[in-house]
């Protein structure tokens, strides 16, 4: 496999387990620091945790944790899941004083008959299982806030919707995966270990510039995320409006699970999303998808999406196998 994706059939091959994959390109750097414990026999749902903290302590990721971007407001919140199958899976969203919320998406799956705790009650939840409370709002995360809010004053007082679209400045870069830079940089991640055991976890800060309350589909199940051991597991990233409007996670795992290889079920879940009649061009989405059998693929709406890929053999930064609307 090469970074500029010129080896789609090698895709088609079934991976061997352990196997991990994990959006964006950032994706490489915590698939590393999580993969001896993988290697070493660990589990796919310790695995795919350790690719979240690792992404949510980084303060250079701008929408996963600390360094995140805010709300129209100011205010941070996050948003986060994990899941091995129907019965094992747990959510939290909008929590305002936790930094990891995949760690308590799993606490809430294995300390409450919950799926999904939302806002103070899920932070309540956190402080009485132990975790810190910590700042998420970084300083550079402050700085482009108060810029954004100086440049939009309609936007941020709340007079006018916030408008995503730089003025086409942004989407002026190719495939350069930096023109989504403080649009979409959710950290979804699937795992396979050495068990043959399927999980995936998806965190973000959501939407920069958001308005406040707004949740997107990375912490809800089904949309960012769905694993099912018979079917597979699948994460997406991007515009989550997009996303759960078609359950997006869940149609890919459906889909796999009724037979289709990965890269079938993606380009179905991009052609329901292409088809829209209010597609914007500042709209991105990405789906990873990996069936028990290690069979994998991945795709994008447009270009600039990558992911990273590791097995026995190392970490590899890839192009997706499929781009929906090439030339955008
Ligand atoms: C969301 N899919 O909240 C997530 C994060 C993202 O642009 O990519 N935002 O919609």
Known sequence: MTTDGTAPEARESAARSPFMLSTWSFGERANAAAWPALAAGGSSMDAVEAVSIFCEDDPEIDSVGYGG??????????????????EQCGSVCAIRRHRHPVSIARL????????MLAGEGADDFADQHGQQVEELLAPRAREAWVKWKQENPDQARGVRPVDRDRGGQ???????????KDL???IGVLAIDEQGTLAGACSTSGMPWKVPGRVGDSPIIGHGLYVDPYGGAA??????????????????????????????????????????????????????????????????????????????????????EIVRLPGT
């Open 235 to 320: 994460v997406a990233t991007g515009t989550g409006e997009l996303v759960m409007a078609i359950c997006g996670s869940f149609l890919a795992v459906e889909l796999m699970r009724g037979g289709a290889m990965p890269r079938d079920a993606i380009t179905e879940v991009l052609d329901r999303i292409a088809s829209r009649s209010d597609l914007k061009p500042e709209h991105q989405l990405a789906v990873i998808a990996l069936r028990p059998d290690g069979h994998w693929g991945s795709g994008a709406l447009r270009p600039g999406f990558r992911l990273a890929a590791s097995d026995a053999g190392g970490h590899q930064l890839l192009e997706p």
């Open 184 to 186: 979409h940089d959710t």
């Open 108 to 115: 809430v799956m294995q300390h409450t008959p919950h799926i």
């Open 69 to 86: 971007l805010p709300d129209r407001d100011g205010e941070m919140s996050l948003d986060g899941c994990i899941m091995a199958s129907p």
């Open 170 to 180: 942004l989407f002026a870069s190719g495939n350069d995966e930096s023109r989504w």
